[in-house]
């Protein structure tokens, strides 16, 4: 079932009804089109209504990311509105729940509007340095937002240009390689300008993951190879 947009206004707040999945491809890049002309156009106060979603896949919930930093940038919001279940659960368990500002109806996200904005949450301090590197900026907004989220510093390209400066000026602990990243000498030549470095690669099969699947990978493979990093230089000592 493709994504179908519908927008509507209640006053100065642009509600989007979405019924379909948030997954990547060209109905993605149409609900960005529409997000993107709202803000272009002045609108600042937008809802995305996600009770007739089923699905959203990683670079769907990172497109969303995007858009949501994009409105706040300029001064405004992207609310969500009737979250189902999964939804929920998604963002409790990748902690974007202290992101966005989720409420139950598309009535009381409105509404929310006409209430003074919440103060901006905390941030915990980093628990390693990632530079993470990949094709797709929405893949790269998801696993920047995500690993932040659970106190990661993180930076991430779509550029091999732009990785190898943050390589060689921090003291980066992980090179996490995304799905679309090319060239078979690409990685050991990065992971070369930091010897200390922990080189993870995402499989192919990564960005098609429910985003929810995605992100416990995702931190399950950090936690596993960071064990193993540990275990393998304690023995060398």
Known sequence: MPLNVQLRRAGDVAVLHCQGPIISGSDAEHLEQKIVSELEEGTRHLVLEVGGVPRIDSSGLGMMVRLL??????????????????????????????????????????ASYRRAPAGIPRVALPRARIVFLDQSSDLCAFVRTVLTAHGYEVLS????????????????????LGPNVSGAGLAASLAALAPRVTLIELDKQFETLE????????????QEKTAETLSDRSAKS
């Open 69 to 110: 930093m994009r409105a706040r940038k300029a001064g405004g919001d992207l609310k969500l509105a009737s979250p189902p279940a999964f939804v929920t659960s998604l963002l409790e368990m990748t902690r974007l729940s202290a992101l966005f500002d989720v409420l139950a109806s598309e009535q009381e996200a409105v």
């Open 211 to 222: 985003a929810e699947q995605a992100g416990s990978a995702l931190l399950r493979l950090l």
């Open 157 to 176: 390209t779509t550029t091999a240009r732009e990785a190898r400066i943050h390589l060689q000026v921090g003291n980066t602990e992980i090179l996490l």
